[in-house]
């Protein structure tokens, strides 16, 4: 079973940037569209970026953030810039279906912190 594996956040000041990266296990990586997600405190999970082969991003991260994918090394980046306090959350990645549910396990995420 593939196993998601998050890292690269921490704690910044806004304006600041973080690259995240997202760990696969497995051989079919390459399949499937790949996504990060976040969840903030008190709030539901949101999708922030997804990428297939073109790239989509919510409103309020576009221009900031950028997703990108290493399909030989079975890993997905999400490059931070301008960190904003607002996105503070813990961040993860998975494959979306199209049914809304998820193809694989939640991994633990990572924890970004923006804040002075």
């Known amino acids: 079973q593939v196993q998601l594996v998050e890292s690269g956040g921490g704690l910044v000041q806004p304006g600041g940037s973080l690259r995240l990266s997202c760990a696969a296990s497995g051989s079919i990586f390459s399949r499937y569209v790949m996504g990060w997600y976040r969840q903030a405190p008190g709030k539901q999970r949101e999708w922030v970026a997804l990428?297939?082969?073109?790239?989509n991003y919510i409103d309020s991260v576009k221009g900031r953030f950028t997703i990108s994918r290493d399909n030989a090394k079975n890993t997905v980046t999400l490059q931070m810039n301008n960190l904003e306090p607002e996105d503070t959350a813990v961040y993860y990645c998975n494959a979306p279906r199209s049914t809304g549910s998820y193809y694989f396990p939640w991994g633990q995420g990572t924890q970004v912190t923006v804040s002075s």
């Open positions: 990428i297939c082969r073109s790239t």
